[in-house]
């Protein structure tokens, strides 16, 4: 397969799409060319290098939307890269590619601003799905802070719903909701996932800092109805093994009650 267009600037793609320019850094030259095609495909700019110096340079140079990031580049440790693209570029979204199935090392991905994780072999579909998400992401971060926050009350258990995003424009206002139910004495919580659309570890570390916060107090929080990415997450990171995770509000009431 021809390389060149890869390393070329990045042109609109002719076929309809979703939009958005992604820097694609991988340093296998099939899975290079299988991915840059592969997007431009699907309606995106994509740009193909090698190395993490090269994501680098391009990045400070061109500001993509999105980075899909090889984790295991020779030279620069993955992890190294990952947080110098995001300190370098912090509104930028950074998909993380892997072949180890290690999940220390998608925790600290997550941990150090990855959007989201992906394993080799890649399931296109699932990749897609993970794109098109953090470019809306992208989209939402640029806008400002869309995260809904409703509280309200069953008996002794506070109930708090979140609507949208769960990163770092709303992870502190999370935070802080959660603090001030502990602190008028509400200190049996469920956290309603089931309308998140999204959640990085701004918003995984304000659910610890609440759970840890209602425990001193002599209560708890528990989540409840996580979408089926949002679980991933959660199990991944090790979170699910931490906190109490129940399928449905009923069953996260009945437990705290």
């Keep these: 397969m021809n390389m060149a267009r890869d390393h070329d600037a990045p042109t609109p793609s002719t076929r309809p799409g979703p939009g958005g320019r992604i820097l694609v850094v991988d340093d296998e030259p099939e899975i290079l060319a299988l991915l840059t095609t592969h997007l431009e495909d699907q309606g995106y700019q994509t740009r193909g290098v090698a190395t993490a110096e090269e994501a680098l340079a391009w990045i400070g140079r061109e500001s993509p939307d999105l980075v899909l990031l090889d984790i295991g580049l020779p030279g620069m440790p993955g992890l190294e890269a990952l947080r110098r693209i995001r300190c ?10 892997t072949g ?27 990749m897609d799905r993970a794109i098109r998400a953090a470019i809306e992401y992208f989209i939402d971060r640029r806008e400002g802070p869309r995260l809904g926050i409703a509280a309200s009350e069953a008996g002794v258990i506070s109930i708090v719903e979140l609507r949208g995003p769960v990163e770092l424009n709303g992870a502190d206002r999370l935070k802080q909701v959660l603090a001030d139910l502990v602190a008028r004495g509400r200190i049996r919580i469920v956290a ?26 002599g209560g708890n ?17 090790g979170l699910g093994g931490r906190i109490d995770v129940h399928p449905t509000r009923q069953e996260a009431i009945a437990a705290l009650a």
Aim: overall charge negative; hydrophobic content about 50%.
């Design 88 to 97: 370098l570029d912090p509104a930028v979204g950074i998909i993380v590619i």
């Design 100 to 126: 180890s199935a290690d999940h220390a090392l998608a925790a600290a991905t997550l941990d150090a601003g990855a959007l989201d994780h992906l394993r080799k072999p890649l399931d296109l579909d699932r």
């Design 192 to 217: 309603d996932l089931e309308g998140v659309t999204f959640l990085d570890s701004s918003g995984l570390g304000a659910l610890i800092a609440g759970m840890k916060t209602a425990r001193a107090a």
């Design 221 to 237: 929080l528990h989540l409840c109805a996580p979408p089926d990415e949002v679980r991933r997450i959660l199990t991944m990171t």
